[in-house]
């Protein structure tokens, strides 16, 4: 526990004891032209009665749509979690455990991260998995960081339909870093294979590829993989909805480098921010530049099975110039829930998801867009997520929803000026034929409305 002084006279005794006469003598190394030289403006303190009632009445204002029917994707899925990965994750060993700095003592936490690691393998077909990241924004920003190496040089190439989250991240990073991203033109709601081709320059260190992409729609990842490696890029794979491969071709299959994703919806809850857990895998030619960690397998002197910490490539292990990140960290938990979510469901019940996610978004898509003025953005195929556009602005039309009881789609033209009132559904195997039915029957009766002002 740490001590805290609570007079006056204590404090006094404490600074003195430093050299120091007063708080301000403390903070010498920070800038004077930085330093905060007014008052915080606070309220009075609360007795916690007074801090309970006020909290009480700021959640009073929350709206609870726990009860509310989502059709809302965008990057986090609201998928059904069996109830034996709460269960599993929240045991006290797992639930508070971090990172296993003594790899040794912590055999059971290793054993989960290499089972971790082996199931990514499987679902994406490469050769190898590290123990995961934040996010997948940050194995974006990973995968870019490998390919320009690190002196920081070249340029990665990002296709528009890339989560914009995803884009916003990178760039980030590029900006202090010093590399360059530049963006690849869309055609139909994909990447535009000619654009593509006409970007590439003997500069370019990679390219990222999200598939399914941000509008749900699949990429020609084929001609793309052909075009990239003829240039002698990397092929980074970017993936936000992981349930995509039960149903659709591993990346390994088709010639990616560098798969790197979101795993919100292999077991952990939706949250308004998080939790979430970032996916990297990769051909085993970069397993010395992987960031994070890489759990191994082995055999002790008695015999026995153990399990190691294979690579460790952060600042806290190594040497701070020679780590390969500084920015992973050891999502365990999120990591453990995925893990258990995909032992749990085994190949066939995760195929199982995959196929009536598609199956239901594909009916809600042609019950949708039979409605008057509601028409598909795109022509090509999609997984559980399909853009509209809409007959009411977006806005309008998802706060409609809300009013009665459905989350509606993504607005587009938050990110995509020129897809103005289209909306991006999403479908996954939680929602019921009832409750497509009763999205579109709302749908009808709030352009009803519309139509008649």
Request: with cysteine; charged share 20%.
């Given at each position: 526990m740490t001590y805290v002084p609570n007079t006056a006279t204590e404090q006094h005794e404490m600074l003195r004891a430093v050299g120091a006469e007063k708080i301000e003598d403390l903070l010498t190394a920070i800038p004077e032209q930085i330093r905060l030289t007014k008052l915080l403006d606070l309220p009075p303190a609360l007795s916690e009665p007074?801090?309970?009632?006020?909290?009480?009445?700021?959640?009073?204002?929350?709206?609870?749509?726990?009860h509310a029917i989502?059709?809302?994707?965008?990057?986090?899925?609201?998928?059904?979690?069996?109830?034996?990965?709460?269960?599993?994750?929240?045991?006290?060993?797992?639930?508070t455990s971090y990172t296993p700095y003594q790899p040794e003592v912590s055999q059971g936490m290793l054993q989960a991260m290499y089972e971790y690691q082996t199931m990514i393998c499987q679902i994406t077909g490469m050769d190898v998995a590290n123990a995961s990241l934040y996010d997948g924004s940050t194995g974006v920003v990973e995968a870019a960081l490998l390919a320009v190496g690190p002196r920081d040089t070249g340029e990665v190439l990002v296709s528009r339909a890339l989560d914009p989250q995803y884009r916003a991240t990178l760039q980030t990073y590029a900006d202090v870093r010093g590399f360059t991203v530049r963006e690849i033109a869309l055609e139909d709601g994909a990447t535009?294979?000619?654009?593509?081709?006409?970007?590439?320059t003997p500069e370019t260190r990679a390219v990222v590829i999200q598939h399914p992409n941000f509008f749900g729609t699949l990429e020609d990842v084929h001609t793309l993989e052909q075009i990239i490696h003829r240039s002698g890029a990397i092929f980074v794979l970017a993936f936000s909805e992981p349930?995509?491969?039960a149903v659709l071709a591993p990346p390994g299959d088709y010639g990616a480098d560098i798969v790197v994703g979101e795993g919100q919806t292999l077991g952990s809850p939706l949250g308004y921010g998080g939790p979430a857990l970032g996916i990297f895998a990769s051909r085993s030619q970069y397993l010395r530049q992987l960031p994070g960690r890489l759990v191994g397998k082995t055999v002790d002197n008695r015999g026995q099975t153990g399990y190691v910490l294979t690579l460790q490539t952060r600042e806290q292990h190594i040497r701070r110039e020679r780590a390969t990140s500084n920015i992973c960290t050891n999502q365990a938990l999120l990591a453990l829930a995925a893990t258990v979510y995909l032992?749990?469901?085994?190949?066939?019940?995760?195929?199982?998801?995959?196929?009536?996610?598609?199956?239901?978004?594909?009916?809600?898509?042609?019950?949708?867009?039979?409605?008057?003025?509601?028409?598909?953005?795109?022509?090509?195929?999609?997984?559980?997520?399909?853009?509209?556009?809409?007959?009411?602005?977006a806005a309008a039309l998802n706060a409609a929803l809300r009013q009665r009881g459905i989350i509606g789609g993504y607005d587009l033209g938050l990110d995509?000026?020129?897809?103005?009132?289209?909306?991006?559904?999403?479908?996954?195997?939680?929602?019921?034929r009832a409750d497509i039915d009763e999205l579109v029957a709302a749908l009808e009766e709030i352009a009803g409305e519309t139509h008649e002002h």
């Open positions: 007074e801090i309970r009632r006020l909290m009480t009445r700021l959640s009073e204002r929350n709206v609870d749509l726990s989502s059709f809302l994707g965008a990057g986090s899925y609201d998928h059904y979690v069996p109830s034996v990965v709460p269960h599993l994750v929240k045991r006290s060993e797992f639930y535009s294979a000619s654009a593509l081709e006409a970007a590439l349930v995509s491969l032992a749990t469901m085994g190949k066939e019940g995760f195929r199982q998801v995959g196929e009536q996610c598609l199956q239901k978004a594909h009916y809600a898509q042609e019950r949708i867009t039979a409605l008057p003025g509601f028409a598909p953005l795109f022509s090509r195929p999609f997984f559980d997520e399909f853009a509209v556009t809409t007959p009411v602005p995509y000026p020129e897809y103005d009132n289209a909306v991006l559904f999403c479908v996954t195997e939680s929602r019921t």
